[in-house]
Antibody, heavy 124, light 111 residues
Framework: EVQLVESGGGLVQPGRSLRLSCAAS????????MHWVRQAPGRGLEWVSG????????AYADSVKGRVIISRDNARKSVYLQMNSVRAEDTALYYC?????????????????WGQGTTVIVSS | QSVLTQPPSASGTPGQRVTISCSGS????????VNWYQQLPGTAPKLLIF???QRPSGVPDRFSGSKSGTSASLAISGLQSEDEATYYC????????????FGEGTMLTVL
């Protein structure tokens, strides 16, 4: 069974940093592009960032560009989201998701496996 | 405000057929496939439709998707109570500041 497990969320003060992790199992991790999607309380889904199978291509939403860095370690079957200078509006449940088709981000944006999410609360 | 436009709500009675629309632009739906997700309360999203009209394994054929130009739609036939959920369309946007884009979601109520 393919599984994604996020970790690293928690309560963080505005302006501080935290690193989210997503551990994958049950799949050939390096075959797939990966994404982070977030959902603020009571709100809809918002794509945050995506990364190619070999980290050759990355993309970020305008709302986080310049403040977050996505990375992956195929040997550890993990993808990460380094969040810097966090703001109150970053408060959300952060999901890690596997792209169904294609090993590069872009055209094929369907995500077929999602983790249960890790919660980030930005507050002083 | 989301790049993709969906109606905030929809409803139907058991057995009925309902459709949910998703409107985009030439930089997203107009050139890239559309995907649809179902999210039940308190759970992670589930991929319902990918590449405009393809169903992942395990998704009932009551769910179908279509795309025309810069718009897409999700149809649910034989509506069931367990279909009550929020539905999101999504696509990739190729504009300068592009990336993944979602609709704001349509909350479906089964009356």
């Amino acid at each position: 069974e393919v599984q994604l497990v996020e970790s690293g969320g928690g309560l963080v003060q505005p302006g501080r940093s935290l690193r989210l992790s997503c551990a994958a199992s049950g799949l050939t991790f390096e075959d797939y592009a990966m994404h982070w999607v977030r959902q603020a309380p009571g709100r809809g889904l918002e794509w945050v960032s995506g990364i190619d199978w070999n980290s050759g291509g990355v993309a970020y939403a305008d709302s986080v560009k310049g403040r977050v860095i996505i990375s992956r370690d195929n040997a550890r079957k993990s993808v990460y989201l380094q969040m810097n200078s966090v703001r109150a509006e970053d408060t959300a449940l952060y999901y890690c998701a596997k792209q169904l088709q294609g090993s590069t981000i872009g055209y094929y944006f369907g995500m077929d496996v999602w983790g249960q999410g890790t919660t980030v609360i930005v507050s002083s | 405000q989301s790049v993709l436009t969906q109606p905030p709500s929809a409803s139907g009675t058991p057995g009925q057929r309902v459709t949910i629309s998703c409107s985009g632009s030439s930089s997203n739906i107009g050139r890239n496939p559309v995907n649809w997700y179902q999210q039940l309360p308190g759970t992670a999203p589930k991929l319902l439709i990918f590449s405009n009209n393809q169903r992942p394994s395990g998704v009932p054929d009551r769910f179908s998707g279509s795309k025309s130009g810069t718009s897409a739609s999700l149809a649910i036939s034989g509506l069931q109570s367990e279909d009550e959920a929020t539905y999101y369309c999504a696509s990739w946007d190729d504009s300068l500041n592009g990336g993944g884009v979602f609709g704001e979601g349509t909350m479906l109520t089964v009356l």
